[in-house]
């Protein structure tokens, strides 16, 4: 892998990851625009503990543009995006309406190719493999960054998800704390260990690998199932066999078979409500260890893909249990969405 630093014209950081050496990107950003203004301030919940970002400068964020006027595709004569080359491989750059910015954290968009009208199911094994290594190599330098607590890697997938603009891209977010999910999980995790002197996410992999009925694919060394409590209706969580921190922990067999067991779960997605439905939206999340918080040893690396359509046609809302008191209901059984996902493999 390369990766070339260059400046955009408003100064923000762009980053090219190709898979040849010898590959040059030499482009320059010939935009006149002005430098980013942030708002972004971090408001604590008294009662629940938990942060909130206010950014009111993104309300006039880029919503939903033509295919011919979208900034993540290469640029061309007389139309220049946020990637000044006419062509990349990955390409991760700052937000230009970022959620968290300065000290208060950082945003980052990653695009997986420069084919507009591809998906990430669409990438080679190759391709895939090279937005692993751009993951990875974000979070080692974020890690560097002053005040960034933990680094997450996520992909939103769908208008009906809310995403706003169609080329195939992710984010980066830089959390300047540990987020409320993952202080759950470190919470759970030490209780645990209290109790049992057992990890807490091996004895949940173990579960799964033991029961095989939620299981929906594993290879060597990486495991996919359907959580025992899964909150959607069709989620999957994919661990590395070997248990990490995060994808800076990785082996190089893992980071081999990755893009295999990857590809084949999104792709298994897409045929969960059968021919002819429209492309099944999802999120796909990256937890990883936060970098100095107490049980960073005692986590695991895994990856949660969960798609908001319940059945054909129909969306989970999170109505008045799931936003009003967190409590979810889950209308798909996991072990039926388990067989459902075998059921629809390659």
């Not at 762009?14 to 430098?35: F, H, N, T």
């Not at 690998?209 to 359907?226: D, K, N, S, Y």
């Not at 990755?258 to 298994?268: A, N, S």
């Not at 897409?270 to 990883?288: C, L, N, V």
């Amino acid at each position: 892998m390369k990766k070339t630093s260059t400046r955009l014209a408003d100064g923000r950081e762009l980053l090219y990851y190709d898979a040849r050496d010898d590959v040059v990107r030499d482009a320059v950003d010939p935009r006149p625009l002005d430098a980013v203004s942030t708002t972004s301030e971090i408001r604590h919940d008294l009662l629940l503990g938990d942060a909130v970002a206010i950014a009111s400068h993104r309300q006039g964020r880029t919503y939903h543009p033509p295919a011919d006027e979208c900034p993540l595709c290469p640029s061309r004569e007389g139309r220049h995006s946020e990637i000044p080359a006419a062509d990349y491989g990955v390409a991760v750059f700052e937000n230009r309406f970022p959620s968290l910015a300065g000290d208060l954290g950082r945003c980052e968009v990653v695009c997986f190719t420069s084919d507009h009208d591809a998906a990430f199911a669409d990438l080679t094994a190759e391709q895939a493999g090279l937005v692993l290594e751009a993951w990875t190599d974000r979070t080692a330098d974020l890690a560097e960054v002053p005040g960034v607590e933990q680094v997450f890697c996520f992909e939103n997938r769908g208008a009906e998800i809310g995403v706003t603009l169609q080329h195939p891209h992710g984010q980066i977010y830089g959390y300047p704390f540990v987020t409320p999910r993952t202080g759950l999980m470190l919470r759970s995790a030490a209780g645990h260990r209290t109790v049992t002197g057992r990890n807490l996410f091996d004895d949940v992999v173990g579960r799964e690998l033991a029961e095989e009925v939620r299981v929906v694919l594993e290879g060597a060394h990486w495991v996919a199932f359907v959580p025992y409590a899964a909150h959607w209706p069709y989620e999957v969580h994919l661990y590395p066999k070997r248990r990490v921190p995060d994808l800076r922990a990785l082996d190089e067999a893992a980071r081999t078979e990755f893009p295999q067991i990857y590809l084949e779960l999104l792709r298994r997605f897409d045929r969960i409500f059968g021919p002819g439905e429209p492309p099944t939206p999802y999120i796909s999340a990256w937890h990883q260890a936060p970098f100095t918080a107490d049980g960073r040893d005692d986590f695991a690396l895994h990856l949660e893909l969960f798609t908001i359509r319940r059945t054909s046609g129909k969306l989970k809302f999170l109505a008045g249990s799931e936003s009003g008191m967190s409590v979810f209901i889950n209308d798909v059984p996991p072990e039926a969405a388990a067989e459902r996902l075998r059921e629809v493999a390659s």
